[in-house]
């Protein structure tokens, strides 16, 4: 599904955030990425996802190359993913439903199936009532759950999450978590980076830990 | 295909809903290139109506050759042969004093004038058509007619309409120049319009492409947004065109019908305004599509 050889990231300021990494995720697999602040499970987040490039090694995809596919072929990548973002990067111009109707309407996809959709969604992570509200009113918890919704409308066979529970109470932290369980219980393989050990506990599944840039032994 | 349909049935309605969005903005930038587009277009019209104007003169190299006011016929005779025999003379027609006269008594406004005369005061004439028109070769047959006897004048009174002629094709040129000027401006402006959307919907574009938007998804609400802005300009145009000629088009005509003229201002055709709004919506594009392409240049990881 996703799979890193020989890895490496380098900015152009000279750091190196990822430095050899060769891993595999299979289909179906629920991973966590741990690691201390600065460790690159940010960076390798983004070439999974296709947002950078790496500068040497690979990252396959779906059998797919990313460093060597075109700008269509990339953003067709991306919509085969699910991404739930360390900043949500919710747009506070619309409301909910907008928000989480974004993918869809990148995928052209009609206004009856679009409603649909969205609402399937929005009940999945208990925000269907608030589907009006502007996403500025609603709280820390609410915005992550929101920004998940707006990963899973597109029914994606990936979940790729950074750092989900970042800034939560502990227990608003649970239920974030049990989501991503529930997905993977119904096949959808999940990546989830995070450094919360109350998260990882409760996730107990396959964990790959990054220490400065390399996997750590 | 379905997908397609629906995808710009979004863009579209994004792009209006913008517009919609800003009044005011929209207005403005609509005023302003309507406004540019509106000189050539008016410069055009205007020179159009020139051009058919002084398509209506005679501009056929024609020479007049005046008579003494007392010549024999034995003299107009000789004369005749001799203009004849001329290596660049084509054609010799003779217009007798009587024939010059008859004909100024139809001009209406001479009638009273020259039934005031008790004498005909107009000489024989000679018409001549040239065989080569060129100002040098005209200038050594002026010299070879003068030195013939019982010539008094010669008019070449063409020379001012080949003037009017090879001005209306420099004006031609300058219309073209000035459009193509006016038209790099409304791309520009156009793009910075575009320019200032983008940067109020940097979050969006920047989400989109995140969650797996190609560039032609990004761009086309801006395309419709640049080209509708475009297409309202030019109907601007057209219509600050047509209400000048309205405007003006009455004094015009009233002018020239004192004249003895029925000419009178034309208005842009049909077919000429739909092209000018047609051309004017592609610039509109165009200037979108410039301004989305460097943005995304920048922002793109490829």
């Known amino acids: ?217 | 295909m379905k997908g397609w349909l629906i995808a710009h049935g979004h863009a579209c309605k994004r792009a209006l809903r913008r517009l919609a969005l800003q009044p005011t903005v929209t207005l403005l930038s609509v005023l302003v290139i309507g406004i540019a587009i509106t000189l050539p277009l008016g410069l055009y019209v205007a020179f159009a109506n020139v051009s058919a104007a002084a398509s209506r003169i005679k501009t056929e190299p024609n020479v007049n050759v005046y008579l003494a006011l007392i010549v024999t016929e034995q003299e107009t005779k000789e004369l005749e042969r001799k203009l004849k025999s001329l290596s660049n003379v084509d054609r010799v027609t003779f217009v007798s004093r009587e024939t010059a006269l008859a004909e100024m008594k139809r001009v209406a406004s001479m009638g009273d004038l020259l039934a005031s005369l008790e004498t005909n005061p107009l000489p024989h004439a000679f018409s001549i058509r040239p065989k080569a028109s060129d100002p040098a070769t005209l200038e050594i047959l002026r010299a070879e007619i003068a030195i013939l006897p019982k010539v008094e004048n010669i008019a070449m009174d063409f020379e001012w309409a080949q003037k009017l002629n090879r001005f209306s094709t420099f004006a031609e040129r300058i219309v073209l120049l000035l459009g193509l000027l006016l038209a790099a401006a409304v791309v520009f402006v156009t793009g910075n319009t575009i320019r200032l959307q983008i940067l109020t919907q940097k979050d969006e574009i920047e989400v989109s492409q995140l969650i797996g938007a190609t560039r032609r998804f990004i761009r086309r609400p801006f395309l419709y947004f640049g080209a509708t802005q475009g297409l309202l300009a030019g109907l601007v145009a057209v219509l600050a065109v047509m209400i000048f000629i309205w405007w003006a088009g009455a004094e015009v005509h009233a002018l020239t019908v004192s004249y003895g003229s029925d000419f009178s201002l034309q208005a842009p055709t049909l077919q000429q305004s739909l092209v000018v709004i047609l051309l004017s919506g592609l610039l509109g594009w165009l200037g979108a599509f410039l301004s989305v392409w460097m943005y995304l240049r920048r922002v793109s990881i490829r």
């Open chain 1, 1 to 217: 599904m996703i799979s890193f050889s020989n890895t490496v990231k380098r900015y152009p300021n000279g750091f190196e955030a990822l430095r050899g990494v060769s891993l595999s995720i299979e289909k179906g697999e629920i991973v966590a990425l741990t690691g201390h602040s600065g460790a690159g499970k940010s960076t390798l987040l983004r070439l999974a996802a296709g947002i950078e490039l790496a500068s040497q090694g690979s990252v396959l995809v779906n059998n797919q190359n990313v460093s060597q596919l075109k700008e269509a072929g990339l953003a067709v990548m991306r919509r085969s993913l699910g991404l739930v973002f360390q900043d949500h990067k919710l747009l506070f111009d619309r409301n909910v439903f907008e928000n989480v109707a974004l993918p869809l309407s990148i995928a052209a996809f009609s206004h009856i199936e679009t409603g649909k959709r969205v609402r399937a969604a929005l009940d999945k992570v208990g925000l269907l009532n608030r589907e009006k509200a502007d996403p500025i009113t609603l709280s820390g918890g609410e915005q992550q759950r929101l920004c998940i919704a707006r990963a899973i409308v597109n029914r994606p066979a990936t979940l790729i999450a950074d750092e989900p529970t970042g800034n939560l109470d502990p227990e608003y932290a649970e239920t974030i978590i049990d989501l991503f369980k529930s997905f993977n219980q119904v096949g959808v393989t999940v990546l989830l980076a995070t450094h919360d050990e109350i998260g990882l506990a409760r996730l107990s599944c396959r964990r790959i830990t990054l220490d400065h840039g390399k996997l750590a032994a």
